[in-house]
T-cell receptor
Framework: DAGVIQSPRHEVTEMGQEVTLRCKPI?????LFWYRQTMMRGLELLIY????????DSGMPEDRFSAKMPNASFSTLKIQPSEPRDSAVYFC???????????????FGAGSRLTVL | GQNIDQPTEMTATEGAIVQINCTYQ??????LFWYQQHAGEAPTFLSY??LDGLEEKGRFSSFLSRSKGYSYLLLKELQMKDSASYLC??????????WGAGTKLIIKP
């Protein structure tokens, strides 16, 4: 398996522009997570899906952020409009059974490094 | 509130042993994870503890004491490639992962 695939790897944009980050989870994994990582705040869970359905989006910072999972093999995280404080590395991760049972392990994608000028 | 504490940075010598501590205060406990993250890369799973005691996996071992809210990751025979950040994460009563800020480990020759 190719693992969790994210794109783009790097994105530099100007404040006010729309940003779309993409993720393809590992085939067969029924949970998908979007995380944001910064030096100041570490890893923060933004939202997670189970079987393509959003379960908990309480970590989404504000209405400028939205996430979708139209099918089992694709998810997007959109920021509109983007702001400099959104600059971070955004990770997508997938797992079976979420983090709910046993040693269910998160497999992370390589991340998308976003810089908003 | 929920809190996980780890040292920010540690330095050790190649070939030596290092112990990275993690203390936690969470709403319930359903397991503790250690992940390794090399600079510019994604976190990768190292170990999982749910019962008290030591779990050994090659050069890496992880210990848990639930009564003390304490865990450590022990790295033996350190290699330069072990230079990375080590993240402690606890699964709380809602089965949500609470992440520590990570410990940056610097290995010197």
């Amino acid at each position: 398996d190719a693992g969790v695939i994210q794109s783009p790897r790097h994105e530099v944009t100007e404040m006010g522009q729309e940003v779309t980050l993409r993720c393809k989870p590992i085939s067969g994994h029924d949970y998908l997570f979007w995380y944001r990582q910064t030096m100041m705040r570490g890893l923060e869970l933004l939202i997670y899906f189970n079987n393509n359905v959003p379960i908990d989006d309480s970590g989404m910072p504000e209405d400028r952020f939205s996430a979708k999972m139209p099918n089992a093999s694709f998810s997007t995280l959109k920021i509109q409009p983007s702001e400099p404080r959104d600059s971070a590395v955004y990770f997508c991760a997938s797992s079976t059974g979420g983090s709910f049972s046993g040693a269910n392990v998160l497999t992370f994608g390589a991340g998308s490094r976003l810089t908003v000028l | 509130g929920q809190n996980i504490d780890q040292p920010t940075e540690m330095t050790a010598t190649e070939g030596a042993i290092v112990q990275i501590n993690c203390t936690y205060q969470t709403s319930g406990f359903n397991g503790l994870f250690w992940y390794q993250q090399h600079a510019g890369e994604a976190p990768t799973f190292l170990s999982y503890n749910v019962l008290d005691g030591l779990e050994e996996k090659g050069r890496f071992s992880s210990f848990l004491s639930r009564s003390k809210g304490y865990s450590y990751l022990l790295l033996k025979e350190l290699q330069m490639k072990d230079s990375a950040s080590y993240l402690c994460a606890v699964r709380d009563s809602n089965y949500q992962l609470i992440w520590g800020a990570g410990t940056k480990l610097i290995i010197k020759p």
